[in-house]
């Protein structure tokens, strides 16, 4: 049921959305003259790799430059990637992810392969389930950049936030229903707006 509903919103999401897809994919085009769209590999449900996909939100090769998380007024954000992140519509291009099945609407947010290596067999209880888009640490942490600062940036996220996260996560998983699964997704949707 739940994989019936990820497609069948998912789609008509990217369906209804297309107008601003198309102006997004405009900005970040003409911005740079760089690619639309970044992808990254992340660990999905049982360990599968996959690629996420995302407007680009940096400058060209960002991945190769700094930290592997994006700090406080990290310089490789582009203007228009800073107001995309704001917003999260850089998110929006993860609604292909969830059609093709490697993502649902709601879930942990996938994770670089290099952070989940050091998951506890507690933590990777997460890798149970599929993926998603949103989930309550993502709206618990929506500020996330704003606290991640200094050169300890990624230890800080890979041993304070993380944990915190995964832990809200699991917790969730545990409970989860179709309406709390909705509430989310509206409450997520009221945030972009």
Do not use: C, W
């Not at 107008?19 to 449900?45: N, T």
């Not at 790799?49 to 998380?69: E, T, W």
């Not at 300890?152 to 944990?163: G, M, Q, R």
């Amino acid at each position: 049921m739940q994989r019936f509903v990820d497609v069948l919103a998912a789609t008509a999401g990217l369906l209804v959305l297309s107008p601003l897809l198309l102006v997004i994919s405009l900005f970040v085009k003409l911005h740079d003259g760089g690619p639309i769209f970044y992808g990254s590999e992340r660990v999905g449900k049982g360990g599968k790799l996959f690629f996420i996909h995302k407007f680009r939100s940096m400058v060209q090769n960002a991945d190769k430059m700094g930290f592997g998380v994006t700090t406080k007024e990290d310089k490789r954000v582009t203007p228009i990637g800073r107001i995309l992140r704001r917003y999260k519509l850089d998110e929006l291009p993860q609604l292909l992810n969830v059609v093709k099945g490697e993502m649902s609407l709601v879930g942990a947010r996938p994770e670089d392969p290099r952070f989940v290596a050091q998951y506890t067999s507690e933590q990777r209880r997460i890798l149970e389930y599929r993926p998603g888009i949103t989930s309550p640490a993502s709206l618990k942490f929506k500020n996330e950049e704003e606290l991640l600062t200094g050169e300890d940036a990624e230890k800080l996220y890979v041993e304070k936030l993380l944990p915190q996260k995964l832990a809200i996560d699991l917790e969730y998983q545990r409970q989860r229903t179709v309406l709390s699964d909705l509430g989310l997704i509206f409450q997520t949707i009221g945030r972009m707006i």
